[in-house]
């Protein structure tokens, strides 16, 4: 069975920080591939990056950035200088060789003028 | 750029009715998905589809739950009789051959309200 642990539900902060979502996951799958979505209050599901069980390589994409660690199953998200644009639920999802996602709970970002 | 879509965006019913979702996946898709969001819930994996029959399904998918790839180009979720708790946003996902890493093609959802 696999499982998405977003352990964070809500989190606030003031624009301008910098601000990381943590996401921790279960699978004894040895090939699997995990994703990263955003839901903004418009309700639809933006996907923002994925990332394959053999490619620990960090990235950057302009003000976000994702850590993956398989030593420790997690693939965080880090948003520098956040923005009230920024602001949505983030979901965290896994997906085995069979497609089928996983959802995290999500964490809601609300970021503050 | 090709999307997936889906209608209605809204869909509203009396308990007990049934009701039909539609979505129009990616034209050269092969891989189809339902997933269920209650409001302020996670997304829920419902069913996969492939080669006009269904892959896996979840818990969640019971026998009031049916889809159907009627004429190749839609593929729809019918639900005979809807609860209250039935609710939800139903978003409708596709992958094709070109895509990689299993990236799955989301479409923007139709929130279902059963009364």
């Known amino acids: 069975a696999q499982k998405v642990t977003q352990a964070q539900t809500e989190i606030s902060v003031v624009e301008k920080e910098d601000v990381t979502l943590d996401c921790v996951y279960e699978?004894?799958?040895?090939?699997?591939?995990l994703f990263w979505y955003k839901q903004p209050p418009s309700g639809e599901l933006v996907f923002l990056i994925r990332r394959n069980s053999f490619d620990e390589q960090n990235e950057i994409s302009g003000r976000y950035s994702w850590n993956f660690q398989k030593s420790t199953s997690s693939f965080n998200f880090t948003i520098t200088a956040s923005q009230v644009v920024d602001s949505a639920v983030y979901f965290c999802?896994?997906?085995?060789?069979?497609?089928?996602?996983?959802f995290g709970g999500g964490t809601r970002l609300m970021v503050k003028p | 750029e090709p999307e997936v879509t889906q209608t209605p965006s809204h869909q509203v019913t009396q308990m007990g009715q049934e009701v039909i979702l539609r979505c129009v996946p990616i034209s050269n898709h092969l891989y189809f998905y339902w997933y269920r969001q209650i409001l302020g819930q996670k997304v829920e994996f419902l069913v996969s589809?492939?080669?006009?029959?269904?892959?896996?399904k979840s818990e969640i998918f019971d026998d009031q739950f049916s889809v159907e790839r009627p004429d190749g180009s839609n593929f729809t979720l019918k639900i005979r009789s809807t609860k209250l708790e039935d609710s939800a946003m139903y978003f409708c996902?596709?992958?094709?051959?070109?895509?990689?890493?299993?990236?799955?093609?989301f479409g923007p959802g139709t929130r279902l309200t059963v009364l």
């Open positions: 699978t004894r799958d040895t090939t699997y591939y």
């Open positions: 589809f492939y080669n006009n029959e269904i892959s896996e």
């Open positions: 999802a896994l997906a085995n060789a069979g497609n089928m996602l996983t």
């Open positions: 996902a596709s992958i094709g051959p070109e895509s990689s890493y299993n990236e799955q093609f």
